[in-house]
């Protein structure tokens, strides 16, 4: 069974750091597309960084400072690092897997077919 499952979220201090995880079975990280989104209520969900299935790395321009996508095979998760937090990041933050997408992997959240639950991060003094 596939699933992915998010945790790291919670209440942060302006100017804090968080570090999100996200644990996938059912399928490997290494040749899948993976990714981070975001999401406030009654918003689009919002592309933050990603892998593409052959590993490369890419980010939306508008996190590409603050952001760092990274993973751990040998325990099939994926990480999102942020810094610098601002009340603009608050938002449930989800991960997604793609299996059959080549290319490019800053695509639109529609083209990703699992997603975990979320995380809610909530950045606030």
């Known amino acids: 069974q596939r699933q992915l499952v998010e945790s790291g979220g919670g209440l942060v201090q302006p100017g804090g750091s968080l570090r999100l995880s996200c644990v996938v079975s059912?399928?490997?990280?290494?040749?899948?597309?993976v990714g981070w989104f975001r999401q406030v209520p009654g918003g689009e969900r919002q592309r933050i960084a990603c892998?593409?299935?052959?590993?490369?790395?890419d980010y939306a321009l508008s996190t590409k400072e603050r952001f760092t996508i990274s993973k751990d095979s040998a325990k099939n998760t994926l990480y999102l690092q942020i810094n610098g937090l601002n009340s603009g990041d608050t938002a449930v933050y989800y991960c997604?897997?793609?299996?059959?997408?080549?290319?490019?992997?800053?695509?639109?959240?529609?083209?990703?077919?699992?997603w975990g639950h979320g995380t809610q991060v909530t950045v606030s003094s």
């Open positions: 997604a897997a793609e299996p059959f997408l080549q290319g490019p992997c800053l695509v639109p959240s529609n083209w990703y077919d699992y």
């Open positions: 892998f593409s299935s052959d590993g490369t790395p």
């Open positions: 059912g399928f490997t990280l290494d040749g899948t597309a």
